[in-house]
């Protein structure tokens, strides 16, 4: 299993420039995260999705789209990039845990994509 | 509201004991989450422990729930330099697959 994978790892764009960052899991859950990860903010939501077809609005969702054709995919779009939107983005997935004492969504993240907008 | 804090920063000498404190303040929350962060990667999942617990051990890792001030705390025994990371709690509240994280703990061990 590859876990959860993002590409690209890196990317540079200009003010105005679009871009999709695409996340992969093979891992058959059901759950998938936008995150992005600001110095000294933790991670912020941005968009998740609760299944193929179905996407839903985080903590900060302004300047992002985001797709989930298929259940493996989960695709988030920056339409006419900001400055602002410079930051690390980290996808994640998770399902529902069941054991005898937990109920739980656990969350696997990818290694990140780093963006610049300058 | 739901709001999780942390400590910016704890450093330690190796073979010490390191102790990251995480308060938070939705008492609903019923699972609460440490990530580790090793630089340049995700994060990974290190424990969790259910809101009706007081402590969870695992290995070196040691997990207390002070419910009734919202305080959560991580202790690593025997600290190693590979432990040097930054370190986030997160808290889920019921029926939620949304996690709400706290800024992070950066963990630095010395030799």
């Known amino acids: 299993n590859a876990g959860v994978t993002q590409t690209p790892k890196f990317r540079v764009l200009k003010t105005g420039q679009s871009m999709t960052l695409l996340c992969a899991q093979d891992m058959n859950h059901e759950y998938m995260y936008w995150y992005r990860q600001d110095p000294g903010m933790g991670l912020r939501l941005i968009h998740y999705?609760?299944?193929?077809?179905?996407?839903a609005k985080g903590e900060v969702p302004d300047g992002y789209n985001v797709s989930r054709l298929k259940k493996q995919n989960f695709l988030l779009g920056l339409e006419s990039a900001a400055p602002s939107q410079t930051s690390v983005y980290f996808c994640a997935s998770s399902y529902v845990g069941r054991t005898a004492d937990y109920v739980g969504f656990e969350q696997y993240f990818g290694p990140g994509t780093r963006l610049t907008v300058t | 509201g739901e709001d999780v804090e942390q400590s910016l920063f704890l450093s330690v000498r190796e073979g010490d004991s390191s102790v990251i404190n995480c308060t938070y303040t939705d008492s609903s929350s019923t699972y609460l989450y440490w990530y580790k962060q090793e630089p340049g990667a995700g994060l990974q999942l290190l424990t969790y422990i259910f809101s009706n617990m007081d402590m969870k051990q695992d290995q070196r890792l040691t997990v207390l729930l002070n419910k009734k001030d919202k305080h959560l705390s991580l202790r690593i025994a025997d600290t190693q330099t590979g432990d040097s990371a930054i370190y986030f709690c997160?808290?889920?509240?019921?029926?939620?697959?949304?996690?709400?994280f706290g800024s992070g703990t950066r963990l630095l061990v010395r030799p």
């Open positions: 997160a808290e889920a509240m019921d029926s939620s697959y949304k996690l709400i």
């Open positions: 999705s609760v299944g193929e077809g179905t996407t």
